[in-house]
């Protein structure tokens, strides 16, 4: 039989794990490692009548309860390391565990599988459509240019988990989109097939093992060559990039390296490559050309590194064809505010990078509106 003193200590064990939570939430006596990825916190409600009758109260109560629990990071953390570590599950969306850790997100291997193929008719009438667009821009002295992009999917196909590739298709868009422009006759640039070729041969990885977008080194080439392209046809009065790889290598990423993995919010640190981390400078030139890059959140590196910002006059980020970066930052501007005939006409050169991944929406819209503006009656 248990006496009293052993019962009271029982009791109070158990109402210190119910009230520590509280206190913790108030008071921050620990802290902990913070969670990663998107999270909008709930503000505390407050009770109204109305909200207490109608029970919206309740749930925004819940909501914040739930967003300001005293140990919500290291549980969550906890949960997700035992789903990683003896299921191999990953609690975030669309992410893939493959093989050897590797990290993928669910579209860049379907894209690789031909699992998101639009269809022959749907990509010719889309390359059209481009071709249309850049023969008219090329008119108004506006370069457009289309970049394919590797995806990770694509880059390390050896990792893919092995049921995936059931879903295999004969065709992906990547490969028709390419076709299609060989047959039109539109140059591009592929940066997609180059990775590829490089790969086993180059200074340092182009792919991190827990990353989704390419390594540092890899946008720093990609950067390179964007900044080669644009000489060759504003007669090499831009400014040139210059880099310097060093010679030691470190597990330790940086960067977007390890994004994927960061969303996990697991406890462990997985492994990762011996990654290599160049300094990237730019070399002035006679002259800086206004441009616009429409592209997802792969060129986010190559903003950050200056390619749009140092490198140009008043270069800019379209994201998604939603967002304009750097403007955005400050006064929230949208591509829906813009005069798009007259942002479009004020540049000397658009740049569309898309990897495989997001070639199911190729353009982001982008060449449907141009064309409506210079083509619709």
Known sequence: MISKVTYRILLGIIGLIFVMPMIQ?????????????????HEK????????????????AHRYCTDSFGFQSPLVRGINQIDYALFKEANAQYVIIGKENCLYETPYIEAHLGMDYLGDSVIN????????VRDTLSQLGV??????????????P???PDYYWQYQSEKTNYVGFKTAFNHSRIPYIDFHEWFRSEKGTSSAPLFPLTGIHWSKYGMILATDSLLSYWNSQFEGLLPKSKFVIPDTTTTVTEGSDADVEDGLNIMETLPH????????TFIDGNRKIRSAVIADSY????FDLGLSTVACDSGEFWYYFKQVYPQNFTNGLMIDDLNLKQAIESKDAIVLLQTDATLNRFGFGFIEATYDLYYKK
């Not at 109204?48 to 919206?56: A, F, N, P």
């Open 25 to 41: 939430r108030n008071a921050h006596l620990w802290s902990f490692k913070g969670l990663k990825g998107e999270h909008y916190p």
């Open 45 to 60: 409600p407050s009770i109204t009548l109305k909200s207490w009758l109608d029970g919206s109260y309740q749930k925004a």
């Open 125 to 132: 009438e889309k390359v059209r459509m481009y071709k249309a």
């Open 143 to 156: 370069h457009l240019d289309m970049v394919f992009a590797p995806g990770k999917g694509s880059f390390y």
């Open 158 to 160: 050896e990792y893919i």
């Open 273 to 280: 490559f011996n990654m290599v981390y160049p300094t990237n």
């Open 299 to 302: 060129y986010w590196g190559l």
